[in-house]
C-alpha cells in the first residue's frame, strides 16, 4: 500500500545551519506531495505542495522538489531560524486520502 | 476567513467511559476528515465525509467509534467505551470539493487522555 518515511528525529541544528529532512514515499502511480508544519500548541499547516514529478515546492525560504526516479521529496532550507523549530510531516494524496510520514522534529538553537 | 475550529481543547476520562468531540469545518467546504494522531506518529485518516455522507471509514474502529455530520456542516466522533490506547490528538480538517481539495485545513485539535 501507500506510505511515507521521514527521516528519524529529533534533528538539533545552530541557527543559520542548513536543513535537510528525508522523505521517501511508496505509491502506485503519480501522487500528489505535501510537506506539513506543526509548531508548538498549534494545528497542523500546510508549508508546501507539489503535484506533479520535478515540480518544486516552496514556503517561507523552505524547498522540496518531487523526484518520481527515487520517489523522494526532501525538505530543504539554507538557513534556518530559532522560530522554524517544530515537527515537519512529509505526505501524499492519493485517491482523496492524505497519509502521513511519523514526523521529524526539528530544534533550533541560537 | 474562520479556521476549523474543535472542541474541546483537552479532555481526560477513565477508559470504559465515552467522549464526544465537535467540529466545524470552513465554511462552504463540502470535505469533512477527522484523523488520529498518536503521540510521535503521523495523522491517521479515521473517517472522510462528503456533504453529509461517508465517503470512507475503512479505518474507523466501527466496535468504538462513530461519527455523523447529520447537516452537512459540523461533525462529531464519538468514543465509546475509550480504551488506553484511544489516547491521542484527533485532528479534524477540511477541503473544498474539486480540483482545489488536495489542501486540507485542520483544526487545532483535541487531546484526548485516557486513564
Known amino acids: 500500500g501507500n506510505s511515507v518515511t521521514q527521516m528519524e528525529g529529533p534533528v538539533t541544528l545552530s541557527e543559520e545551519a542548513f536543513l535537510t529532512i528525508n522523505c521517501t514515499y511508496t505509491?502506485?502511480?503519480?501522487?500528489?506531495l505535501f510537506w506539513y508544519v506543526q509548531y508548538p500548541g498549534e494545528g497542523l499547516q500546510l508549508l508546501l505542495k507539489?503535484?506533479?514529478?520535478?515540480d518544486k515546492g516552496s514556503n517561507k525560504g523552505f524547498e522540496a522538489t518531487y523526484r518520481k526516479e527515487t520517489t523522494s521529496f526532501h525538505l530543504e532550507k539554507g538557513s534556518v531560524q530559532v522560530s522554524d523549530s517544530a515537527v515537519y510531516f512529509c505526505?501524499?494524496?492519493?485517491?482523496?486520502?492524505?497519509?502521513f510520514g511519523q514526523g521529524t522534529e526539528l530544534s533550533v538553537k541560537p | 476567513e474562520a479556521g476549523v475550529a474543535q472542541s474541546p481543547r483537552y479532555k481526560i476520562i477513565e477508559k470504559r467511559q465515552s467522549v464526544a468531540f465537535w467540529c466545524n469545518p470552513i465554511?462552504?467546504?463540502?470535505?469533512l476528515y477527522w484523523y488520529q494522531q498518536i503521540l510521535g506518529q503521523g495523522p491517521k485518516l479515521l473517517i472522510q465525509?462528503?456533504?453529509?455522507?461517508?465517503?470512507?471509514d475503512s479505518q474507523l474502529p466501527k466496535d468504538r467509534f462513530s461519527a455523523e455530520r447529520l447537516k452537512g456542516v459540523d461533525s462529531t466522533l464519538k468514543i465509546q467505551p475509550a480504551k488506553l490506547e484511544d489516547s491521542a490528538v484527533y485532528l479534524c480538517?477540511?477541503?473544498?470539493?474539486?480540483?482545489?481539495?488536495?489542501?486540507?485545513?485542520f483544526g487545532p485539535g483535541t487531546r484526548l487522555t485516557v486513564t
Open positions: 480538517a477540511s477541503s473544498l470539493s474539486g480540483p482545489l481539495s488536495y489542501e486540507q485545513y
Open positions: 465525509f462528503q456533504n453529509n455522507g461517508v465517503v470512507d
Open positions: 465554511s462552504g467546504h463540502a470535505t
Open positions: 505526505a501524499l494524496l492519493q485517491g482523496g486520502k492524505l497519509i
Open positions: 505509491a502506485t502511480g503519480y501522487p500528489s
Open positions: 507539489a503535484t506533479k514529478a520535478d
